[in-house]
């Protein structure tokens, strides 16, 4: 449902939420606030079971997704 007082942005490049959105920007402010992000795969599969370096590079990729989407 569209606000006149935020922006709600569920980028493609990543899981669907599951009760809570990935990215709120507030109108007229030059801030966002994301969600906590996992190490899913668009098909919340966790990605590097048991290998932190290739969770951390999902959470980073997922974080990307979500400020460069529009």
Not at 19 to 43: E, R, Y
């Amino acid at each position: 449902m569209p606000s006149k007082f935020r922006e709600i942005i569920n980028p493609s490049k990543i899981h669907d939420p599951i009760g809570f959105t990935h990215v709120v920007i507030p109108k007229g402010k030059k801030i966002a606030f994301l969600s906590g992000q996992l190490a899913w795969d668009k098909d919340f599969q966790v990605v590097g079971v048991s290998d932190l370096a290739k969770q951390t590079n999902m959470v980073y990729q997922n974080i990307q997704h979500a400020v460069t989407v529009k």
